[in-house]
């Protein structure tokens, strides 16, 4: 049974840093591209950041590009989304999601999905 289960939302004042994080488990992630996606109130779901577990390779949104960094830790089995310079537009629940295979998924394209985070940044 796959699991994952994000960790890190709160409330932040504009230009403020968190970092969220994903626990995965149930099975062997190493085929599979970890995304972390966001929801606004009123807003379609949209697509933040992905990592290729295997090599490594990441994606940004160009809206986060340069601000926030998606990375692994093999070891815990987990995966971080370290949020900087966050702007009030940021403010989402954060899910972090799981697609099995080798390209970049599109949002419905995701197997897993967590529970999400709520992250809210105040300007």
């Known amino acids: 049974q796959v699991q994952l289960v994000e960790a890190g939302g709160g409330l932040v004042q504009a230009g403020d840093s968190l970092r969220l994080s994903c626990a995965a488990s149930?099975?062997?992630?190493?085929?599979?591209?970890m995304g972390w996606l966001r929801q606004a109130p009123g807003k379609e779901r949209e697509f933040v950041a992905a990592?290729?577990?295997?090599?490594?390779?990441?994606l940004y949104a160009d809206s986060v590009k340069g601000r926030f960094t998606i990375s692994r830790d093999n070891a815990k089995n987990t995966v971080y989304l370290q949020m900087n310079s966050l702007k009030p537009e940021d403010t989402a629940v954060y899910y972090c999601?799981?697609?099995?295979?080798?390209?970049?998924?599109?949002?419905?394209?995701?197997?897993?999905w967590g529970q999400g985070t709520q992250v809210t940044v105040s300007s």
């Open positions: 990592l290729s577990w295997s090599g490594g390779s990441t």
């Open positions: 999601a799981a697609a099995y295979g080798v390209r970049w998924p599109k949002a419905s394209e995701y197997d897993y």
């Open positions: 149930g099975r062997t992630f190493s085929s599979y591209i």
